[in-house]
């Protein structure tokens, strides 16, 4: 009798059922991978044991820091010196060679060192965090501070790593456009860097698509037509003799030294997680402003691994080798979307050591997403500016 009232009570009352543990690992990591997001991770540990063991195993990690401490004791690298002259256009001397015997010890300003990462969260960001963390406020009388090397070594199998710097390293002023992307192995392979020295948007209305890459192909055949309604110059494709003389040409310089700069210092804070996760396929480096990219690939990856970098001994960074540049510059620039760059310049940087090699410009313009990889076409299309750089 009291094993039929058993019988009838689970029929009437069955256990419940966690439809949720039916899901399998490989669906739930699925989930997990696209979430990316490390905090959320982190939150995604405390639902259950399950969960605890799973994020460890994810491939997709995004890490985005809230704020950046400046470290005192380094100060801003001088880069005396970094520049020679060697700068040609086809075989021709040009001006801008006498410029580029300056000496920058004094040029560049300081700028915000990003010698320690810092993530500020909760006692929830790590999966040893107890569940009573998440119910509740959150105690901002209890904030840790957890570099991405420390947020990231308990995750064994990452494979695509992103980092987010909440801002850029170099403070430029409002309206100055500052863009570069840089690939490093042990150390620098490439880096294009786009400027202007300010952006004006059009105000008209939204023209159609298929006019604006009308407009655009028509800019890029007809740079000639490039010129604003106030500039005295007429812009034949080359540099103006003004631009050698009002401070344009130093301040590029001051940009490309100082987006080098910057690419170094990024690099230089990678190698300890590079060294930890060695099972990583790509590493992306990035900010909140999108001012910079520092990019590494499977191959760079094992290739600082097997031959470490040489740092600079000026400050925490990785040393600049010496480089063969190509300028490119137009006064004024339009792009299909009605926007026009006002001093537009593009810079492409190879280190001396690497042998020439025959291109076609596509991995400049690639470089940029939309708009500023069609600008990169267009000031491809213009006359090219060899320059040269010591290490520094």
């Not at 700028?111 to 998440?134: E, H, N, T």
């Not at 339009?334 to 596509?362: C, F, H, M, W, Y």
């Amino acid at each position: 009798m009291e094993s039929f009232r058993s019988d009838l009570r689970g029929r009437i009352y069955p256990e419940p059922v966690d439809h949720f543990d039916r899901i399998p690992d490989s669906v739930l990591l699925l989930v997990f991978n696209n979430i990316g997001d490390v905090k959320a991770l982190g939150r995604c540990c405390l639902v259950s044991k399950r969960f605890n063991s799973l994020v460890p195993l994810v491939d997709t990690v995004i890490v985005r820091v809230d704020c950046v401490i400046s470290d005192d004791d380094s100060s801003s690298p001088s880069a005396s010196n970094a520049v020679t002259s060697a700068v040609t256009s086809g075989k021709s001397r040009h001006p801008i060679s006498s410029l580029f015997r300056l000496v920058f010890s004094g040029l560049l300003k300081p700028f915000q060192s990003i010698s320690q990462f810092i993530s500020v969260s909760s006692r929830y960001a790590g999966a040893s965090a107890s569940a009573d963390d998440v119910d509740g406020d959150f105690d901002h009388t209890f904030v840790t501070h957890h570099s991405p090397t420390q947020v990231l070594k308990n995750f064994n199998e990452i494979k695509f790593l992103r980092i987010e710097l909440p801002s850029g390293e170099l403070g430029i002023d409002d309206g100055v456009l500052l863009k570069w992307r840089a690939d490093f192995g042990s150390t620098l392979d490439n880096c294009v860097i786009l400027g202007a020295s300010s952006v004006i948007h059009s105000n008209n209305s939204v023209r159609s698509e298929d006019e604006q890459c009308r407009n655009g192909w028509e800019n890029e055949n007809n740079n000639d037509n490039n010129v604003g309604e106030g500039n005295v110059e007429t812009d034949n494709g080359s540099i103006p003799e003004s631009f050698y003389t009002n401070g344009g040409l130093k301040l590029r310089v001051l940009w490309t030294i100082s987006s080098l700069i910057a690419a170094s210092a990024r690099h230089y804070l990678l190698q300890p997680i590079i060294a930890e996760h060695k099972t990583l396929d790509s590493l992306v480096l990035t900010d909140g402003d999108g001012q910079g990219v520092l990019c590494m690939n499977r191959e760079q990856l094992e290739e600082l691994r097997v031959k470490p970098l040489s740092a600079s001994l000026a400050s925490k960074r990785t040393l600049v080798p010496a480089l063969n540049m190509r300028l490119w510059y137009a006064p004024h620039l339009e792009l299909p979307n009605g926007a026009v760059l006002k001093g537009a310049t593009l810079v492409a940087i190879r280190p001396s050591e690497q042998p020439p090699k025959k291109e076609d410009g596509n991995w400049v313009a690639a470089a940029f997403e939309e708009p500023y990889g069609m600008a990169a076409r267009m000031l491809l299309k213009r006359r090219t500016y060899c320059l040269e750089m010591n290490s520094f």
